[in-house]
């Protein structure tokens, strides 16, 4: 079983009412992309299915028939769904699972069903999983893991019992690093995963488009114009990774607003920046506005130079369209 790192108390407490037989048979797990859900609602599905579920360790003895077949990925009486992404659980998916839950359980023992990514199922398919909700057999549980319960039908949630797990902390997050044999995880990228595991995997994937943003929030600070044009451009053009750009400018100039609340005047130019930056989100991302104008706008607000007079009067600065065209 795969380590898991941190939720110390919701594993805790969870271990403990299935050892004592309590635990609902509806729970809803919700919390953040990324923080390791998915793994405890395995580590409690595993413990359920352990032959000797009173006295197991949380997530089950680890060496019993059931813990073995579970492990081996081939447990009859555990069924996973998934609905996340084009090739997610269907409706029949789903007939077929409830059908699977309905038999008795094959190895004598409890039945569960884990549900991944639940906030993203169907209308439809919501609908069926609600009547076995609404009629629980004995010895049969679902364990529904999303990251936004609000999507998810009140009805459904109305009779889940829900815990939620937080997002990781930074040590946390350099000892899940560790496992995955990074020793060296810088502070900047520690603080960009935002408590999520999953965003550090991506994150380390991208880091040189990382660094490539924070040198050109440098240069835009330095009041390095051309910099700022051409990285516009080039960001703008860049429809795939647009999103990852935004998300990285954004959190750039919110770590130098952080660090430069000694400093008046730096601040006001950085928290302008950040407004900027979270426009620049909004607009490009839902409101599909020219991204390369609305870049070059959050980047030439993060200028040092301008701190003073931005506030005042900010149609000093030359346009895009002038730094581009004119060569200036
Ligand atoms: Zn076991």
Redesign the pocket.
């Given at each position: 079983m795969k380590s898991i790192i941190g939720h110390t108390q919701q594993r805790k407490e969870l271990a403990n009412l299935v050892r004592s037989d309590r635990l609902p048979s509806a729970l809803v797990f919700s919390g953040l992309h990324g923080i390791g859900k998915h793994l405890i609602a395995r580590e409690v599905a595993?413990q359920l299915l352990?032959?000797?579920r009173e006295d197991?360790p949380q997530g089950?003895?680890?060496?019993?028939r059931?813990?073995t077949l579970f492990e081996s990925g081939t447990h009859p009486d555990l069924i996973s769904l998934s609905f996340s992404g084009e090739r997610g659980a269907s409706v029949d998916d789903i007939r077929q699972a409830l059908e699977k839950m309905s038999l008795k359980p094959f190895m004598g023992g409890k039945k569960v069903a884990i549900l991944n990514d639940a906030d993203d199922i169907s209308i439809v398919g919501a609908n069926i999983i609600l009547k076995s909700l609404e009629e629980p057999r004995p010895d049969t549980y679902f364990i529904l893991v999303l990251a936004n319960p609000s999507r998810l039908p009140a009805t459904i949630l109305s009779r889940c019992q829900r815990f939620f797990f937080d997002r990781l902390s930074p040590d946390e997050i350099k000892e899940i690093s560790n496992l995955r044999g990074i020793q060296e995880i810088s502070e900047a990228l520690t603080l960009l995963a935002d408590g999520s595991a999953a965003s550090l995997d991506s994150l380390q994937a991208q880091s040189e488009m990382w660094e490539d943003v924070r040198a050109v929030v440098e240069r835009a600070w330095m009041g390095d114009q051309a910099i700022v044009a051409r990285a516009a451009q080039e960001w703008g053009a860049d429809k795939n990774q647009v999103k990852e750009r935004l998300t990285f400018l954004r959190t750039t100039i919110r770590q130098r607003l952080m660090a430069t609340s000694a400093d008046p005047s730096a601040t006001a130019v950085w928290a302008t920046a950040l407004q900027n930056a979270l426009d620049a989100e909004y607009l490009i991302l839902d409101r599909h506005v020219n991204p390369t104008l609305t870049i070059f706008k959050t980047l030439q607000s993060c200028n040092k130079a301008l701190a003073s007079t931005y506030q005042t009067t900010p149609r000093q600065h030359p346009t895009l369209g002038e730094l581009l065209i004119d060569g200036r």
């Open positions: 595993r352990c032959e000797q197991a089950g003895c680890g060496t019993c059931t813990c």
